[in-house]
């Protein structure tokens, strides 16, 4: 479905498997710009403050293997910080080219939640200080805002510095 999307019309996976965990979150939509797929413009779209819109980056580590990592829209990932944090010697993005079939999402709509396998997840820690982070919901142009304590359970995530 092209074009402006309702909150009606579109259930994503990700919002299937937090109602099935009792988990309280809201949706929220925008129009999809396949020319700038940043999480940023998707919070200026809907009026989401940069700190709270997370985005969501799937990494490999040496030895453990995939790790997913959510933080701020406006920040860049310290990869020294992920590995520590994942008790790894060195952490690295994956290609884009294979989130598809690693996670089960596109780039734009890769989502903490849902993935083909569950991967070890790290969240930045400065998550704590809202009441609320959206994360996409599993499909362009479709987000769900939950607070950060849900999604670093439902995840069985880890509060992390990461930037």
């Given at each position: 479905?092209?074009?402006?999307?309702?909150?009606?019309?579109?259930?994503?996976?990700?919002?299937?498997?937090?109602?099935?965990?009792?988990?309280?979150?809201?949706?929220?939509?925008?129009?999809?710009d396949?020319n700038?797929?940043?999480?940023?413009?998707?919070?200026?779209?809907?009026?989401?403050?940069?700190?709270?819109?997370?985005?969501?980056?799937?990494?490999?580590?040496?030895?453990?293997?995939?790790?997913?990592?959510?933080?701020?829209?406006?920040?860049?990932?310290?990869?020294?910080?992920?590995?520590?944090?994942?008790?790894?010697?060195k952490?690295?993005?994956?290609?884009?080219?294979?989130?598809?079939?690693?996670?089960?999402?596109?780039?734009?709509?890769?989502?903490?939640?849902?993935?083909?396998?569950?991967?070890?997840?790290?969240?930045?820690?400065?998550?704590?200080?809202?009441?609320?982070?959206?994360?996409?919901?599993?499909?362009?142009?479709?987000?769900?805002?939950?607070?950060?304590?849900?999604?670093?359970?439902?995840?069985?995530?880890?509060?992390?510095?990461?930037?």
């Amino acid at each position: 479905m092209k074009g402006k999307k309702t909150e009606e019309t579109v259930k994503t996976n990700v919002m299937r498997l937090l109602e099935a965990a009792g988990i309280h979150f809201e949706t929220g939509t925008y129009e999809v710009d396949e020319n700038d797929l940043s999480g940023s413009h998707a919070a200026d779209l809907m009026g989401v403050d940069h700190d709270q819109m997370y985005k969501t980056l799937v990494l490999k580590g040496e030895k453990k293997g995939y790790l997913v990592c959510c933080l701020p829209v406006d920040e860049e990932l310290d990869l020294k910080k992920v590995a520590r944090a994942a008790g790894e010697k060195k952490v690295e993005m994956i290609h884009v080219k294979d989130m598809l079939s690693i996670t089960g999402y596109i780039r734009g709509g890769c989502s903490p939640i849902g993935m083909k396998k569950k991967f070890p997840t790290y969240i930045e820690e400065t998550a704590q200080l809202f009441e609320t982070v959206t994360v996409s919901a599993g499909q362009r142009g479709v987000q769900v805002t939950l607070s950060p304590e849900d999604l670093r359970a439902y995840t069985e995530g880890v509060f992390a510095p990461l930037i």
